[in-house]
């Protein structure tokens, strides 16, 4: 969204932007919260004995098929904004992404190089708490 605010939107262009973020909101944050839990459960099974190598799996398959209902929501929800956009925007917004991703803001932090980063899947940890790298010590 921060990038389609450099595109001297007319005020239509604005709230139809607006209205298509705030739809794939609400469609998302359900999901997101379905993969939250999942993930949780799947902690909870891992920690379990006997392990059910059966019941885990068929964690993780919900979870991807979440995760693939959440990007087909993404793609969707860009492919309508992009539509929004005059030619003119579209190749403007195209060259701002070219310059983000060349001047290295575009581009994402490694595990352990920022302070204070959290716990999350997004930073390499496993589902399986045995197979997290980092030391628990």
């Known amino acids: ?24 909101r609400v469609e998302t ?5 379905q993969i ?8 909870k099974e891992w920690a379990s004995e006997p392990l059910d190598e059966k019941k885990i799996i068929a964690l993780q398959e919900r979870a991807h098929a979440l995760k693939g ?11 309508d904004m992009l539509a929004v956009l005059t030619a003119e925007q579209r190749a403007q917004l195209a060259l701002l992404k070219a310059e ?23 930073q390499g940890m496993s589902v399986d708490p045995s197979l997290d790298s980092r030391s628990h010590f």
């Open 1 to 24: 969204m921060k990038t389609f605010d450099q595109l001297s939107l007319s005020p239509e262009q604005q709230e139809a932007i607006k209205k298509i973020h705030d739809e794939e």
């Open 29 to 33: 944050e359900p999901l997101g919260r």
């Open 36 to 43: 939250h839990d999942i993930k949780k459960e799947m902690f």
């Open 69 to 79: 209902q959440l990007e087909i929501l993404h793609i969707e929800s860009r492919v």
């Open 100 to 122: 983000h991703r060349t001047s290295g803001k575009g581009k994402r932090k490694r595990f352990g190089k920022k302070k204070g980063h959290g716990r999350g899947y997004s």
